[in-house]
T-cell receptor, first 113, second 114 residues
Framework: GQNIDQPTEMTATEGAIVQINCTYQ??????LFWYQQHAGEAPTFLSY????GLEEKGRFSSFLSRSKGYSYLLLKELQMKDSASYLC??????????????FGKGTKLSVIP | EPEVTQTPSHQVTQMGQEVILRCVPI?????FYWYRQILGQKVEFLVS????????KSEIFDDQFSVERPDGSNFTLKIRSTKLEDSAMYFC????????????FGDGTRLSIL
């Protein structure tokens, strides 16, 4: 089966750094994605990790440890517009040639002044 | 930047009626997906579609659901006889393919069953 865990809610201050953790247990692994979802809107792609280590993209970085089934998303220099849900999603290896995403429940981040 | 478009943005239907949700994926993408998100819950995979056939489907995607690519651009999700529990946001997504390519999501269709 598939199990993806992330904190339900987090609050952080504008200008600060926040780390959102994700742990996963899946049957097979073809990579881990982070998506941002503002309320009532579509998920938008932030990052992808398939190898261990850190991927940096501007104010956003994502880390993966395959042996620990663990990832985190790091957001620096927080802005009010970063208030959103952050979704951790894994592409299991289904063997069917399909790359569907299995999502966690998402972490709702509130950025306060 | 190319995007996935979905219509309608909101659909209200009586229980038991058929609905068709429409999507136009990004033109050079090869893999197409439908997901749903019940209010306050996580995004759930329904079905994936490649080379004009279903490549995988979840337990949610029962006989009441079907997908079709009727022409070179549209990708549709049909629910034959809607139930109250089908009320959700339905997202279409597409990707170029392979596991390391991100899926791009449309803005969704909010389906409300009365």
């Amino acid at each position: 089966g598939q199990n993806i865990d992330q904190p339900t809610e987090m609050t952080a201050t504008e200008g600060a750094i926040v780390q959102i953790n994700c742990t996963y247990q899946t049957s097979g692994f073809n990579g881990l994605f982070w998506y941002q979802q503002h309320a009532g809107e579509a998920p938008t792609f932030l990052s992808y990790n398939v190898l261990d280590g850190l991927e940096e993209k501007g104010r956003f970085s994502s880390f993966l440890s395959r042996s620990k089934g663990y990832s985190y998303l790091l957001l620096k220099e927080l802005q009010m517009k970063d208030s959103a849900s952050y979704l951790c999603a894994v592409t299991p290896d289904s063997g069917a040639g399909s790359y569907q995403l299995t999502f966690g429940k998402g972490t709702k981040l509130s950025v306060i002044p | 930047e190319p995007e996935v478009t979905q219509t309608p943005s909101h659909q209200v239907t009586q229980m038991g009626q058929e609905v068709i949700l429409r999507c136009v994926p990004i033109s050079n993408h090869l893999y197409f997906y439908w997901y749903r998100q019940i209010l306050g819950q996580k995004v759930e995979f329904l079905v994936s579609f490649y080379n004009n056939e279903i490549s995988e489907k979840s337990e949610i995607f029962d006989d009441q659901f079907s997908v079709e690519r009727p022409d070179g651009s549209n990708f549709t999700l049909k629910i034959r006889s809607t139930k109250l529990e089908d009320s959700a946001m339905y997202f279409c997504a597409s990707s170029i393919g392979t596991f390391n390519q991100p899926q791009h999501f449309g803005d969704g269709t909010r389906l409300s069953i009365l």
